[in-house]
């Protein structure tokens, strides 16, 4: 039984405490879009490849002692699962992640790789919820959710003070505007809470761009049935959350959609130019950047939120020509 | 005119303070080879994509104030020409550089962004170094070589400065063995004054292993005619340098040559397990590690020197199936 519980900047400092105690910072890369120096947290390059174990690291330990042994489940389609596993196994606990049988073959195996135990269930006919549900009661174990929880969110947004801190040394400022990749809105109300000044860009892949609707319209709209298909797998959350959504709802956020192509330009853009491999996902902020949908000024961080993606499939992307010019230079 | 000076640790240390008053560390990422955690310094995610702006920093910081306007002249087939370039730039001194025409076009359209001149000339007929002391003799302006050069070396060597500073805050003890690609040897001489108490092993492309064989004969042995083709342009060094060479060889290094195809494999498994972009000659350490060509050990640092390369390119090597497991996994 958790008390209700609401995310706190309180919370965020205490997170990033708590992480940097066991992971140095990742890097913050600058390089310029249009006429601006624009700050990139290369959150692809923990050693899960993607933000994640931010908010794991802090829920688990967040568990009372009594109750570790009993581990903890989770569902994700990747890289919440990861997060969990490793946060799971440093701390010497037990975990079992339900994952969809379409998953990214490079995050299901990655997940057994840190020990995890993984339950596949098939997605057009099977309720994950259910499932982890049942599994977690059965071991009382702890069920961690991928974004709708207030320690998963106030984890997540350590990546927020670790930027701006960075930003500081690095003389570039405090961060004004801060571009964020959104499935369920756990990192982008993460981060809104750990930078109360910065205006928060929220966004999404085209027909999953939910969020945006919901900031819009002030109440919460899912993805509509017969959304298209999509590279970002990490982003594909059919309904945000109460806590993310209010959270970002009262900072104003703004929610914008990219399209699929516009993911690849992004992806070869930040191969060529920041040599750093961005699974689809991953490189959504980068790509409201580079196609002006959001407009690079002064101030700003966008985030890399992860790089877990097949080699083989990016490596088609890379292949493809783009369209623009992709040599690479230097900020 | 320059007094005789040799490379020294206690110069190593002063270019290290310089470039760290510059530049933030580059990162240093764990992962497992094998059964042991090996530390890789990204250097392909420094400003320029590489290394070699230690070097030319160090350098051109040298240079004496009455000097500065003058500027400096440097040829290079790519990694070295957007160090001097990057560190002219920030100077405000004038850059021209010599590039093969048959350079990447990443890099050569790299170095005339960041603001240098670019003087072309064919590898086949024409001879770099006459064209390089020409122009800087017409214009009073410094020479700058890529690796045979005292304040080239040590500013590389900042590097393994910065590296074993790195291990130590991650308590990975201190660098035991250094994998260290090699084309001139500047790299590889200025890490070995760096870190005297680490075994130094200096990894190049098969058929371009030159200092691999000069280190076993005890004397400086050129490249053969008709050296096999490599994708590895930043190490198709013709002959290393008695300065690199004798710090190496007084140091007890050995050398070893890797495949073109263990290069390839070296390049997707960074993309998957590291998420980092590699260029061909950036690759060759962790290319001997993987190979078993260079046992993996504790304490082993590896220096991934570079990723400029063009992107639709290395989309090809990525596409092409690998025979080993090459699915994501963590440290």
């Not at 407009?295 to 985030?303: D, K, R, V, Y």
Request: hydrophobic fraction near 45%; charge should be neutral; glycine fraction near 10%.
């Amino acid at each position: 039984m958790t008390f209700l519980r609401q995310p706190t900047k309180a919370g965020v400092r205490d997170a990033a405490a708590k992480v940097a105690a066991i992971l140095p910072p990742s890097p913050l890369i600058v390089h310029r879009v249009g006429a601006v120096d624009v700050a990139f947290k290369a959150e692809s390059l923990q050693p899960v490849g993607a933000f994640k174990l931010r908010g794991a690291w802090h829920r688990l330990t967040a568990i009372a002692p009594e109750d570790r042994a009993k581990g903890v489940v989770a569902f994700s389609s990747g890289n919440h699962a990861q997060g969990v596993a490793w946060a799971a196994r440093r701390l010497g606990m037990p975990a079992t992640i339900v994952m969809p049988s379409d998953a990214p073959r490079v995050k299901l195996e990655a997940t057994m790789a840190l020990g995890a135990e993984v339950v596949r269930y098939d997605r057009a006919t099977e309720s994950r919820e259910k499932i982890a549900a049942h599994l977690a009661h059965a071991r009382g174990a702890t069920l961690v959710p991928s974004f709708d929880d207030p320690w998963i969110i106030e984890g997540q947004g350590s990546a927020g003070i670790e930027a701006a801190r960075q930003m500081e040394q690095m003389e570039l400022g405090a961060p004004r505007q801060v571009v964020v990749p959104c499935g369920g809105g756990g990192l982008a109300a993460g981060i809104a809470l750990a930078l109360p000044d910065a205006q928060i860009m929220v966004v999404e892949p085209e027909g999953w761009d939910d969020m945006r609707r919901s900031l819009e319209a002030g109440w919460i709209e899912p993805v509509s049935d017969g959304a298209p298909p999509t590279a970002c797998d990490s982003l594909q959350t059919m309904r945000v959350a109460e806590r993310t959504f209010d959270v970002l709802s009262r900072r104003g956020a703004i929610g914008v959609a990219v399209t699929e192509s516009e993911v690849r330009e992004a992806q070869r853009w930040a191969a060529a130019r920041l040599r750093l491999v961005l699974e689809p996902g991953g490189a959504v902020a980068l790509a409201a950047l580079l196609s002006r949908r959001v407009e690079p000024e002064q101030g700003t961080l966008a985030i890399l939120s992860g790089g877990n993606t097949d080699i083989e499939r990016f490596g088609d992307v890379l292949a493809e020509r783009s369209g623009a010019d992709l040599s690479a230079t230097v900020g």
